[in-house]
Each structure stands twice: as C-alpha cells, then as structure tokens.
C-alpha cells in the first residue's frame, strides 16, 4: 500500500478521512518525529479517557498496533488501527479482540452503546473539531435498530464495510 493510492474518504467512529487521521498522529507524536513511542502512546491513552496504563497494557497495545514490531506506531500502522484494516490481523479471532477493544475506547459509560455524546467526547480529546449534531449524524449513518447509538454490531459491521471500500 503506497502513500500515492487514493483514498476515499469514509465518515467513522475514529475519524471522518485519512487527513484527519494524520492530524491526530501528528498532535500525538510529540517529537515529530514521524513515528508514536511507547512513552509517546501513554498519553495517546490518557487522551482517550484511560487511567495511565500500566506496563502490560502498555505493552499490549504496541503489539497490537505495532505490526512491523519495531517498538515505535508509524503513520501507516495508526492508519490501519483507526480504519480498522483487518488484513494484516495475526489473531485467529479475525481481528475481534481489536475491535472490541477499539470500540470499548469509545463506550466511556460502559454500557455497550457509543452515544454522540461519548463520540464526540472522544473525538474532541483527540483534537478533532465536530459539534455533538456531526456525531449524531455520523451515528445515524450506521445505526441499524434506530436507538440513536451504536452497538457493538453496528460498529463491526461498520468497520467491516470501511475496509472493503463500501459506503
């Protein structure tokens, strides 16, 4: 996958395009210098509502987003975690794991929904400029039963559908 390929841009539960999924990697490389350490992604966690977390979350989370293993997230690896591109996956749950730990980021009540208002807190820490109304509408775009929030269904679902390219 080269830098070149076009890519179109697909409204999220991470980021609405790939613009915007490069201006939070660059707010969360601290030292530009191209590439998220672990000491780096301590506060990439910190943002996104975790406690600070300890040394085998930590290290979990590199691994997970950390594909080349090279002990550093470069912009591609943080394209792929926030799209949600499951082809290079290794675990033999097809990614699932992933996902629900992605979407637990997101459900910060726990109580299995993504509502706007949890959206666009998150999206707000991650520097992203939206009102609670653009989360409302990103989340009327994939909300199958009508509840106003996304489930974890919908959200895989969703996921599934970004990486195939389909609207």
Do not use: W
């Not at 999220?12 to 780096?40: H, Q």
């Not at 979990?60 to 950390?66: H, S």
């Not at 509502?115 to 990103?138: F, N, P, W, Y």
């Amino acid at each position: 996958m080269s830098a070149d390929e076009p890519t179109k841009p697909s409204p999220s539960l991470y980021t609405p395009n790939i613009d915007e999924i490069k201006k939070v990697f660059t707010r969360f490389d601290t030292n530009n210098d191209g590439k998220i350490s672990a000491s780096e992604l301590i506060h990439v966690m910190k943002s996104l509502g975790s406690q600070t977390p300890d040394q085998q979350q930590l290290t979990q989370t590199m691994k997970t987003i950390d594909t080349d293993s090279d002990g550093y997230i470069n912009l591609e690896e943080f394209t792929r975690f926030c799209i949600g591109n499951e082809q290079h996956e290794e675990d033999d749950d097809g990614g699932i794991k992933e996902l629900h730990e992605a979407f637990e980021m997101y459900d910060l009540n726990k109580n299995g929904l993504i509502s706007a208002t949890e959206l666009h807190q998150i999206l707000t820490r991650l520097g992203e400029r939206c009102t609670v109304d653009d989360c409302v509408k990103m989340i009327k775009s994939v909300d199958s039963d009508g509840d106003g929030c996304v489930n974890f269904e919908e959200f895989k679902k969703m996921m599934a559908s970004n990486g195939e390219g389909a609207s």
